[in-house]
T-cell receptor
Framework: DAGVIQSPRHEVTEMGQEVTLRCKPI?????LFWYRQTMMRGLELLIY????????DSGMPEDRFSAKMPNASFSTLKIQPSEPRDSAVYFC??????????FGDGTRLSIL | SQQGEEDPQALSIQEGENATMNCSYK?????LQWYRQNSGRGLVHLIL?????REKHSGRLRVTLDTSKKSSSLLITASRAADTASYFC??????????FGTGTRLTIIP
C-alpha cells in the first residue's frame, strides 16, 4: 500500500485566496483525520470522519475552514478566504480500531 | 489542545548513547503511543502501550507507563544518526482523536 497520500506538498498563496488540500487515505481504513501543526499550538485535531461522515469538527478554527469526504478514498480540507495565521503544516491520517493511525507527509501551507 | 508536556524539549547526545524522553498527560487513558517525525515528513508510529501495561519493548525502544503519575518515558538505546528526529507521545488510537504532547527534538551527534 502506498500509504496516506497528500497533495500538494507545498502551497504558497496570497491572503484571501481559496486553498484546497487533498488526502487519499489507506484503502480499508474507515477513519480519516485532519491535523494541523504549528510552532505555537503543536499538533491539534481539526476534524475527523468515520465512513465518510464527519464525527467531530470541534477543532475547526472557524467558518473559513471546511472539510468533505465524498467517498472512502478522498477527502479535502478547504480554507476560504485564507489568512496569514492559517500558515501551518496540515496532516491527514487514516486508521481503524485495530491499528495506529498512519500519517501522510503533510502539506506545508504559507499564506502571504 | 495538547495533552501535556514532554521533556526535555531538545536533547543532543553522542551516537551510541542512550536517549530518554518523558511525557506527561492530563486525562485517563486506554492507550499511549509514541510517534517519530523526521524533518519535513509525517509522523511514524513507533510503539503502543496500553493502560494495563507498565513496560514494553520493541527493538532498541523501551517504553514505560505510570498511570498513577500520568507519565510515560521512551528510551532509545545505542542511538544512531538516523534517530535524529522529533518524538511525540500521543493518547488515543486508530479510531480516536489523537492528542499529542509538545515533542522532544532529538539530535544524534556522529
Amino acid at each position: 500500500d502506498a500509504g496516506v497520500i497528500q497533495s500538494p506538498r507545498h502551497e504558497v498563496t496570497e491572503m484571501g485566496q481559496e486553498v484546497t488540500l487533498r488526502c487519499k487515505p489507506i484503502s480499508g481504513h474507515d477513519y480519516l483525520f485532519w491535523y494541523r501543526q504549528t510552532m505555537m499550538r503543536g499538533l491539534e485535531l481539526l476534524i475527523y470522519f468515520n465512513n465518510n461522515v464527519p464525527i467531530d469538527d470541534s477543532g475547526m478554527p472557524e467558518d473559513r475552514f471546511s472539510a468533505k469526504m465524498p467517498n472512502a478514498s478522498f477527502s479535502t480540507l478547504k480554507i476560504q478566504p485564507s489568512e496569514p495565521r492559517d500558515s501551518a503544516v496540515y496532516f491527514c491520517a487514516s486508521g481503524d480500531p485495530n491499528q495506529p493511525q498512519h500519517f501522510g507527509d503533510g502539506t506545508r501551507l504559507s499564506i502571504l | 489542545s495538547q495533552q501535556g508536556e514532554e521533556d526535555p524539549q531538545a536533547l543532543s547526545i553522542q551516537e551510541g548513547e542512550n536517549a530518554t524522553m518523558n511525557c506527561s498527560y492530563k486525562t485517563s487513558i486506554n492507550n499511549l503511543q509514541w510517534y517519530r517525525q523526521n524533518s519535513g515528513r509525517g509522523l511514524v508510529h513507533l510503539i503502543l502501550i496500553r493502560s494495563n501495561e507498565r513496560e514494553k519493548h520493541s527493538g532498541r525502544l523501551r517504553v514505560t507507563l505510570d498511570t498513577s503519575k500520568k507519565s510515560s518515558s521512551l528510551l532509545i538505546t545505542a542511538s544512531r544518526a538516523a534517530d535524529t528526529a522529533s518524538y511525540f507521545c500521543a493518547t488515543g488510537f486508530g479510531n480516536e482523536k489523537l492528542t499529542f504532547g509538545t515533542g522532544t527534538r532529538l539530535t544524534i551527534i556522529p
